[in-house]
Structures are given as C-alpha cells and as structure tokens.
C-alpha cells in the first residue's frame, strides 16, 4: 500500500491543522494505522493509532485531548485533527499502517508515507 500525507503547514499556537493520509494500491481497512512525529535531532514519536474499524484508538500522552485520529475507509483516507497546537507539536508528521496492532513500536509499522511538516509558532 502506498500512503500519502498531507495538510501540513504553518500556524500559532493555540491553532489546529487537519492531517490526512490517503492510500492507493490497497484497500486501507486491512490496516491498523498509526500517526508518528518527528522533530529535528529527536527520535521517531508515536502520536496516535486507529484499528482497521475504527473501533479502537489510543494516543500518546503528550496529545490525548487535543488531537483525534479518524478513518473513513470508503475514501482509503486516516486523518489527525490537531487542535491546540503547542510549538513542541512542531515535527514531520508521518501516517504508516500494519497488519498487526500496535502503538509506540514503529518499527512493527509495514508502510509509511512520505511525511507532512507541522510547524507551530509561539
């Protein structure tokens, strides 16, 4: 499967952005997914994950209450609404999908996309 993150951008603190994740090449309802963040000098960070329904999330600490992940598998396409948006949010910020559940270890994650760039100015 093939995955291609956009919405990225520039915005204030306090702002929010609406990531989006669209596959090809496969139906995305065989997946988990997940949403992962990386700041410059920082190791890979988990954000968030969805089951193949939807049925199941779970989010990292540092954003639970502020961003929700989401799925429409008609439309092959996660998405991560970000809101109250703190300049630490500010990463590339990459979909990847599995086959297998799972949260924090990315290296379980099969395919990722290409990345989106977050920024968020205080």
């Known amino acids: 499967v093939q995955l291609q993150a956009s919405g990225g951008g520039l915005v204030q603190a306090g702002g929010s952005l609406r990531l989006s994740c669209a596959a090809s090449?496969?139906?995305?309802?065989?997946?988990?997914m997940g949403w992962f963040r990386q700041a410059p000098g920082k190791e890979r960070e988990f954000v968030a994950a969805i089951s193949k329904s939807g049925s199941t999330t779970y989010y990292a600490d540092s954003v639970k209450g502020r961003f929700t992940i989401a799925r429409d598998n008609a439309k092959n396409t996660v998405y991560l609404q970000m809101n109250s948006l703190k300049p630490e949010d500010t990463a590339v910020y990459y979909c990847?999908?599995?086959?297998?559940?799972?949260?924090?270890?990315?290296?379980?994650?099969?395919?990722w996309g290409q990345g989106t760039q977050v920024t968020v100015s205080s």
């Open positions: 090449g496969r139906t995305l309802s065989n997946y988990h």
């Open positions: 990847a999908a599995t086959m297998v559940w799972s949260t924090y270890d990315y290296t379980r994650y099969d395919y």
